[in-house]
């Protein structure tokens, strides 16, 4: 079945780099698009990065220009590479698939940007 599995969060400094990780199971990782997530308490959760089977991605204004999505399918992981990290940033990070009309996702993995 379906697991998502996200690694990487911890506490940083803002300005500081983080990467995080998330290792799919039990489907063709390489036909579908992967997404991450974020939540901060208090806000609805958003929708940070995609990236398509072909490469392609999107990104949301907030994360544009400092955060990177990538992806391996040889290693069936999604990763996605957080620079310039800002306070505003924290949040419980999310990866997630939608497989055969359902939405699949990890148990997330906490990110903390502060001094």
């Known amino acids: 079945q379906v697991q998502l599995v996200e690694s990487g969060g911890g506490l940083v400094q803002p300005g500081r780099s983080l990467r995080l990780s998330c290792a799919a199971s039990?489907?063709?990782?390489?036909?579908?698009?992967m997404n991450w997530y974020r939540q901060a308490p208090g806000n609805e959760r958003e929708l940070v990065a995609i990236?398509?089977?072909?490469?392609?991605?999107y990104y949301a204004d907030s994360v544009k220009g400092r955060f990177t999505i990538s992806r391996d399918n040889a290693k069936s992981t999604v990763y996605l590479q957080m620079n310039s990290l800002k306070p505003e940033d924290t949040a419980v990070y999310y990866c997630?698939?939608?497989?055969?009309?359902?939405?699949?996702w990890g148990q997330g993995t906490q990110v903390t940007v502060s001094s």
């Open positions: 997630n698939v939608v497989h055969q009309g359902r939405a699949y």
């Open positions: 039990g489907f063709t990782f390489s036909n579908y698009a």
């Open positions: 990236i398509w089977p072909s490469g392609g991605s």
